[in-house]
């Protein structure tokens, strides 16, 4: 069946930001322009074929929240449901942007593209980038070969499993450390430089629906002088689970291991990553604490809270039946 609708939903961010002079690209407020009136101000879209927009939150993305995840994937999996629908464009805030990508891909693993972008300068600003990076993630979301949760900003194109914000200030904010870009767009043209990343499709989609509380997982990075005082601090306010951004390939100091490995000695689930950038942690033989697959800190600690929920999912099928 020929794919002809393509859906903007918006969550908010800077590309919806309002600042008081058209020359202040940072004293804005984000989150402040309806996704409608973000489309009409693009007359270039009006050519687009049939767009559905749908508003489904307005915030700050530094405020993300597991409620407004949970909203934004049951969105992402009606739509994906719909057969005329080409594929999904997500207006969203940069500083989280990493963090819903990765976590929209693992909730939805999406057959079609769903394509997150977003803006450094506010729509007030005198040269906002926010239309053209629409436009940009319109060109992807209607490829006919594109597919799984990518992430456009700045004419690139970047898998939501490598993204990261790497500066808080240029409008090409993003990087895919040394796995590189998926591709460029340019002049409304779709330019791969790999293959496109297949989706993981080996684990069982979530109930989200159904999750009242979400695992508590936090991240404790590794320094010099590092302790053991975080750690015990939130396992007393009963963490599930914590993910250590260590120094290096995963290296942790010996007193904050020694609390990491006393927790996860009583249960705690912890996983070991990297406050580099770039590269993973390469697994240890004899590391007594599990790496993180080659995620990033913020991601590892999505990965382990799904974890955590499928394994609650998981008792509590078996409690009923
Ligand atoms: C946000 O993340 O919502 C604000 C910052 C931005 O979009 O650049």
């Known amino acids: 069946m020929k794919h002809r609708k393509l859906v903007i939903l918006g969550t908010g961010g800077t590309i919806a930001g309002k600042a008081a002079h058209a020359s202040d690209n940072i004293g804005y407020t984000a989150a402040e322009v309806g996704i409608e009136q973000l ?26 929240s597991f409620e407004v995840w949970a909203q934004l994937a049951n969105r992402v999996r009606h739509f994906l449901a719909d057969d005329d629908v080409q594929g999904i464009v997500i207006t969203h805030g940069t500083d989280t942007l990493e963090e819903t990508a990765y976590f929209l891909q693992m909730t939805c693993q999406p057959a079609k593209p769903v394509v997150l972008t977003c803006a450094m300068r506010p729509a007030t600003a005198l040269a906002p980038d926010g239309p053209q990076n629409v436009m940009d993630a319109v060109v992807v979301a209607s490829h006919p070969e594109a597919c799984g949760v990518v992430v456009v900003c700045a004419g690139t194109v970047h898998s939501a499993m490598d993204v990261q914000k790497v500066h808080p200030y240029k409008l090409d904010a993003f990087g895919s450390g040394d796995a590189g870009p998926v591709g460029y767009v340019e002049e409304g043209k779709l330019r791969l430089l790999r293959n496109w990343p297949v989706p993981q499709a080996d684990i069982a989609l979530l109930a989200i629906e159904k999750i009242a509380i979400w695992p508590r997982v936090e991240i404790v990075m590794n320094y010099a002088g590092a302790s053991s005082l975080m750690v015990r601090a939130l396992v007393d306010q009963g963490v599930r689970g914590l993910v250590v951004a260590g120094t290096g390939n995963g290296t942790i100091h010996e007193d904050l291991q020694a609390g990491l490995l006393s927790s996860q000695a009583a249960g705690v689930r912890i996983v070991r990553s990297t406050r580099c950038v770039d590269g993973k942690v390469l697994s240890l033989s004899g590391c007594a604490i599990a790496d993180s697959q080659g995620l990033s800190p913020v991601k590892a600690r999505i990965a382990l809270i799904l974890d955590l929920a499928a394994e609650d999912a998981r008792s509590s099928a078996v409690g009923q039946a």
């Open 39 to 64: 489309i009409a101000a693009i007359p270039a879209l009006h050519g687009s074929g049939s767009i559905i927009s749908e508003q489904v939150s307005q915030i700050d993305s530094k405020d993300m």
